[in-house]
């Protein structure tokens, strides 16, 4: 009989969101994150669109499940329906286009009521390759951050530049508040479960485990 | 003299013992006279023959090269192989598949012999050729006596076959406790990898051997995948080992979230993953809740990734259904005790069995907000576009009447889709963005149709699980109601969507009369799928169709009294087995299957309208029944006519045909749909041409005096019946003629028979349900039961008579014979139908066809033409009203369109 292997191996599954404005890329986001290519022939989401991959952070296996939403106004009713549960978030906009900047203090109170208060999130400043044609400064973008509590970056989904640190580093901010215990996976509607890393940890002797066992021992 | 004396005395003793005393010289007719003896255990005529001999007691003979050690090992011959073995056999000897006599020994469970063999110094660690050891034998077959024994002289107790299996993988395999557990406590490891990696408790669950499981994992097993990377789990759920999954859990709590993820996986048999999350379920309350909820929260991600457009459509599809019909399954089967399981589940939502369902309230709440988007872009749409449905017409209405022709068809998908621009271009610039986003609103719809309907059906089987069966969910329904508009628009563009998705509106009448026009407007085909597809879904085991027949579900029935037997056993048989499948056997004969099963309705069918019975009368045609009206004269009619509805039920449901045509009315009875005025033709032609009269006329000014009431004549003595309570002092005027005219066709059509149509209902619902049966109308029903007719259409035109005008050699004459050449058999069948009334070409062709009166050949009148005019029939004289078209293909378009909508339903010809 062909068996095949049925269950995939991390530690946590993680929901993401990923928001802004249309046209901010955040789709091409998305699309360089998990297949390491810039999306030449994008049209607008309709709805919302999925994609999932599995990172290491600081040696545990994390599992994504993002859900890339539809900038459109029209669809906003429907993605927001996907917002319940949401662990992490990446807030899009585009540094050449002060529009999509303004739009991003609706996008947070949508994402801290609707998700959830503790929701971890990063601010994206995406198309940075078109620095020639930007329209909100570094600075400035960093200042809001700062004053909402975000980590930021400036991203380029064309180069890739930034692309997987955004998603690590709003992973990782969550992780550490899983031990340091202000979140807790077992709660409803964290966005977070466990994964099945009992699989993992027994097949290979415990990787993360052992050396900090060493470490302790001498 | 000497020699002659010892001759003679070994004659004697040879006599007397029945057999030789000597042993012959050559070793193999040797060994083969001693083989007997020693299976037996003759110890001492072996002795004595071996005695005088030079035979070679490890002489190797037979297809598999053993000695005689190995034939007394192997049967037990303990006595033998003692003497075999001090007459210097080697107790190592190895046949050609590598096996000593100890493998035997061990293999049989011989405790003795093998003692012995030990005692001789037989190597216990000797391979065989696929490096199965003594220890291995005695593991395979849980001899765990004997391994206790034999452990002690065994060097290493993981001593690894061919395939690196030990004595604790098969032990473990087979399931042998005791064995496992001296295996174990002779120092066996625990975690051993074959050469696949897999371990003893890999083994133990792939035969979902629970207890060794258990034995395992207590003594502190790991729990390690295979080189393929499959686990312990995945085995156990493959097999569908309920047990042997808890038991794994038990020790490994996080398992449990890998068993609900599996649901996913479609490589997974559907029964065995119901099977396995079933057994959890049952275990506690507890349990029960947290797999419910677990897959509820698998179901709303897949549901939700089934939403996102690039993800495979096929894909999710399957999965959110599997997914969710495992939920539901789980969910009614309830925990431990199953009797108080459904009542708290359908209890409202204050028993925290419902929360279960919450997690799937994300994504009924996304379908709600998916449909209202659609919904409003549908509405935008509307209102910046002129009407699109006009637009279409205006195209095709070139040349041809375009507004009754797609009043009948919907348009079909893609049609949207192919609008030029049109409007577009006459529009001030500003609009053209409006005009883009129309189009892309109809995009949205194609792209999301589909995935929305398999949610939709999801959301129903989760609405529905919760329900007593039979009942549609309050909660369902006002979700149809409120998306009424989108639903209908998905189904218009993709009819599809209703046979793939739709299935709640075949259980929800209510719901499924908003649909039907839609329905109705499918090919016969499609619906006949879709009906044998959901007559047979609710059915055990779909897939085992041609089960073997236990004797006692035979129908057994008597050939000269076949009417009556076959009403006595229908009538006490299981209903549920019939409906799986029939078995007839005649008294006193030996045939039985498909062609007895055939002969048995042919029979039946002529009888049910036998006139000895008195249960049908011959309608007027003469070729066609309806229920007769005095058959009370049978005074077991009822019966008789709950076995008929029985027989067609049965008939249908096994697609079976009968050779019995009834009357227009009788169909629509059988369907519910209401009789009108036309249809008492069938019995009362006459009749039937003055209501139609009445209708025609103006009848204000005729003094008629006309009541609502008639004068029937009940046993000799007329009695006045009113037609509604007071009906005897009301009087029928214009206004209220068409009231009258249908109230009187009911008293004739249907109360006079009521009591017959509900038995013959009653029996025919048993195997037919009346939502399926609703799919249909009456002329399709007619070919559902009696089958298509052959048509002979040179014989048609050979018997076809023309009249007001028209003659055999007109151009409109010949193409509509060119027309009747060139449709389909099953369009012929329709024409037939729609101007005979009856699918049936009689007996001898079309020369003998009836109408109302007698002998009416098949009749074509000239009708003058006017634009829009489709061709229309009377039944009761079988003739065809045909316009007289300018073209062949107006002819054909106009013909057709009459043929497919004027089936259903005779308001709209």
Redesign the interface.
């Given at each position: 009989?062909a068996?095949?292997?049925?269950?995939e191996t991390y530690d946590f599954l993680f929901k993401f969101l990923v928001i802004g404005n249309a046209g901010t890329g955040k789709s091409c986001l998305l699309h360089q994150f998990i297949e390491k290519k810039f999306k030449d022939d994008s049209n607008h989401t309709?709805?919302?669109?999925?994609g999932s991959k599995i990172i290491n952070v600081g040696g545990k296996y994390v599992k994504l499940?993002i859900?890339d939403t539809a900038g459109q106004e029209?669809?906003r009713?429907?993605t927001?329906?996907?917002y319940?549960?949401a662990a992490g978030a990446l807030l899009v906009y585009d540094i050449t286009s002060r529009e999509t900047y303004n739009a991003l203090t609706n996008w947070l109170t949508d994402a801290r009521m609707l998700a959830s208060q503790n929701i971890v999130l990063i601010l994206c400043g995406n198309k940075k390759d078109l620095d020639a044609d930007r329209e909100v400064t570094f600075l400035e973008a960093s200042r809001f951050a700062q004053e909402n509590e975000l980590m930021f970056l400036e991203t380029s989904a064309l180069t890739g530049e930034n692309v997987e640190e955004a998603f690590m580093q709003c992973a990782r901010k969550i992780l550490n508040k899983i031990e340091s215990g202000e979140l807790d996976p077992e709660r409803m509607g964290s966005g977070i479960?466990?994964g099945?890393?009992?699989?993992r940890q027994?097949?290979s002797p415990r990787r993360t485990q052992a050396p900090s066992a060493q470490e302790c021992g001498c | 003299m000497e020699r002659a004396m010892e001759q003679l005395n070994r004659l004697t003793r040879s006599l007397r013992r029945a057999r030789t005393v000597e042993l012959p010289e050559d070793n193999e007719t040797a060994v083969y006279t001693l083989m007997p003896m020693v299976m037996a255990d003759q110890h001492r005529s072996v002795s004595e023959l071996l005695s005088n001999s030079k035979f070679d007691v490890n002489y190797a003979f037979g297809r598999v090269k053993r000695s005689l050690l190995h034939i007394a090992a192997n049967c037990g011959s303990v006595e033998c192989l003692v003497l075999l073995l001090k007459k210097g056999a080697n107790p190592n000897y190895q046949d050609i598949s590598g096996c000593t006599p100890l493998h035997l020994a061990a293999r049989n469970g011989q405790k003795k012999c093998m003692s012995k063999l030990l005692e001789y110094s037989a190597d216990v660690n000797i391979c065989n050729n696929e490096g199965l050891t003594a220890i291995h034998w005695l593991a395979v077959n849980g001899r765990t006596e004997l391994l206790h024994d034999l452990v002690q002289h065994v060097t290493d107790v993981d001593v690894e076959d061919a395939m690196g299996q030990t004595a604790l993988h098969v032990a473990c395999q087979n399931g042998h406790k005791t064995t496992v557990q001296c295996l174990l406590d002779s120092g066996a490891d625990i975690n051993r990898p074959n050469v696949s990696g897999a371990t003893p408790l890999y083994f133990a669950c792939s035969h979902g051997q629970r207890d060794t499981a258990q034995i395992l994992l207590l003594r502190g097993a790991k729990y390690l995948p295979d080189k393929n990377g499959v686990t312990p789990l995945d085995l156990c759920v493959q097999g569908g080992y309920g047990q042997t999954c808890e038991v794994l859990i038990q020790y490994h709590p996080r398992l449990f979230q890998t068993i609900v993820q599996m649901t996913q996986n479609e490589d997974l048999r559907e029964n065995m993953l119901r099977q396995v999350l079933q057994h959890l379920s049952q275990q506690s309350e507890s349990q029960y809740l947290k797999i419910l909820t677990g897959l509820a929260e698998v179901a709303t991600t897949n549901g939700h990734k089934l939403l996102s457009l690039s993800s495979n459509y096929d894909a999710q599809m399957k999965s959110l259904l599997r997914i969710v019909r495992i939920f539901c399954h789980v969910f009614r089967i309830g925990p431990s005790s199953p009797s108080n399981g459904i009542d708290m589940g359908y209890n409202g939502n204050k028993t925290p069995r419902s929360q279960v369902f919450k997690p799937l309230e994300l994504l009924w709440h996304s379908l709600d907000e998916w449909l209202v988007l659609i919904a409003t872009e549908l509405m935008k749409n509307k209102e910046d576009s002129t009407d699109i449905t006009s637009i279409l017409l205006k195209q095709k209405g070139q040349d041809q009447e375009a507004p009754s022709l797609s009043a009948f068809e919907p348009p079909g998908p893609g049609s949207y889709e192919s609008l030029p621009p049109g409007p577009g271009d006459s529009k001030p610039e500003v609009l053209a963005g409006e005009q883009e986003a129309s189009a892309d609103c109809q995009d949205v719809i194609s792209v999301t149709a589909n995935r929305l309907s398999a949610v939709i059906q999801a959301f129903y089987m989760c609405c529905s699980c919760q329900m007593p069966p039979g009942m549609t969910s309050p909660r369902f329904i006002e979700f149809v109601c409120k998306h009424d508009e989108v639903l209908k628009c998905f189904v218009n563009r993709n009819p599809k969507i209703i046979f793939d998705h739709f299935h709640f509106l075949l259980e929800c009448p209510e719901l499924m009369s908003r649909f039907m026009h839609i329905i109705k407007a499918q090919p016969f085909k499609d619906r006949c799928e879709w009906f044998y597809e959901h007559l047979h879904s609710g059915q055990p085991d779909s897939d085992m169709v041609h089960r073997p027949v236990s004797e006692n579900d035979i129908l057994l029935v008597h050939r000269d009294s076949i009417f009556r037997s076959s009403c006595e056993i229908v009538s006490k048989a299981n209903c549920a087995k019939l409906k799986q499948g029939i078995a007839v056997r005649f008294h006193g004969e030996e045939g039985m299957g498909q062609g007895v099963v055939r002969e048995w309705f042919d029979i039946l069918s002529n009888e049910i309208v036998n006139p000895d019975y008195a249960l049908f009368t011959q309608s007027a045609d003469g070729t066609t029944f309806q229920p007769n009206s005095n058959s009370y004269v049978n005074p077991d009619h009822l019966n008789y006519f709950r076995f008929a509805g029985q027989i067609l039920g049965l008939a249908l449901n096994h697609r079976q045909l009968v050779n019995i045509y009834f009357t227009r009315s009788f169909y629509k009875h059988i369907l519910g749909i209401p009789v009108n005025y036309q249809d008492v033709a069938s019995i009362d032609p006459e009749y039937a041409k003055n209501l139609q009269w009445i209708l025609d006329n103006d009848i204000s000014d005729l003094g008629l005096e006309l009541t609502f009431s008639v004068e029937t004549d009940v046993f000799g003595a007329m009695e006045e019946v009113p037609l509604k309570p007071g009906g005897g002092s009301i009087l029928v005027t214009q206004n209220n003629k068409a009231e009258y005219v249908q109230l009187v066709t009911e008293l004739r059509m249907t109360r006079a028979i009521q009591p017959q149509i509900n038995a013959f209902l009653q029996g025919f619902h048993m195997f037919i349900p009346p939502s399926l049966i609703q799919l249909f109308d009456e002329y399709e029903l007619e070919l559902l039961l009696s089958g298509m007719p052959e048509i002979d259409v040179n014989d048609w035109i050979k018997n076809t008579e023309y009249t007001s005008g028209y003659e055999r050699e007109d151009p409109v004459i010949q193409w509509f014979w060119e027309v009747v050449e060139d449709i389909t058999q099953e369009e012929r069948v329709l024409l037939l139908q729609f101007v005979t009334g009856s699918s049936r070409v009689p007996h001898g062709g079309f020369a003998n066809i009836m109408g109302g009166s007698g002998l009416q050949n098949f009749t074509i009148a000239a009708v003058p033409y006017t634009p829009n005019l489709l061709p229309t029939s009377s039944t009761c004289i079988n003739m065809l009203k045909l316009p007289e078209y300018p073209s062949k293909e107006i002819l054909k378009d106009r013909l057709l369109v009459a043929l497919h909508c004027g089936s259903y339903g005779y308001t709209m010809a």
């Open positions: 009989m068996q095949t292997a049925m269950s309709i709805g919302v669109e999925f499940q859900w029209r669809f009713s429907v927001r329906s996907y319940r549960g479960q466990y099945d890393a009992a699989l027994l097949r | -």
